[in-house]
């Protein structure tokens, strides 16, 4: 944490926060997750799944994994910051409200939705939509290897599982 200045809580869950980080170093502002998760073996192993899975996955339309660590008995997970916040806010009445008469580009709507996931859109600045949050993925030691397994806040819980 020390090489971090925390700018802003971005938002809040019963088990996560994420917060708006400045690097001390590089100058650059990041996105960073703090996990409250109750110390054991295997709570531990499911928390860090997130971090391996973000940081091998490279693709334009998911956030880019930085660094994660452990401090102050929480586990933190460093990525990208997506400046456009998430999607449900853009769209939300209160927002349309404050936009006036200001519509979305067609051809934003529809790149959205071919990009469309149920949950955790983040947009950036010029309207790009990224991906976050794998608390239900899980790494398989073979490609035949089937598991049920589930991590993160149930009331949350995306509808495939």
């Avoid at 938002?11 to 708006?20: A, I, K, P, T, Y």
């Avoid at 449900?88 to 529809?110: A, D, H, R």
Wanted: aromatic share 10%; glycine share 4%; net charge neutral.
């Amino acid at each position: 944490m020390e090489n971090y200045n925390v700018l802003m809580v971005l938002g809040e869950g019963s088990f996560d926060r994420v917060l708006l980080v400045h690097n001390k170093s590089t100058s650059q502002k990041y996105a960073m997750k703090e996990i409250k998760c109750p110390k054991s073996v295997f709570n531990i192993e499911k928390t860090w799944n997130e971090s391996i899975i973000l940081a091998k996955t490279i693709h334009p339309n998911i956030v880019i994994y930085a660094v994660s660590f452990e401090a102050d008995g929480l586990s933190h997970i460093v990525m990208d910051y997506c400046d456009g916040r998430d999607l449900l806010q853009k769209i939300s009445k209160e927002n349309i409200k404050f936009q006036k008469e200001k519509l979305f580009p067609e051809n934003m709507i529809l790149k959205g939705l071919a990009q469309m996931c149920l949950e955790n859109v983040f947009l950036t600045q010029n309207g790009k939509m990224k991906l976050e949050d794998f608390e239900s993925a899980v790494l398989l030691k073979c490609p035949m290897a089937y598991i049920c397994s589930f991590v993160g806040n149930p009331y949350y819980t995306p509808p495939e599982i």
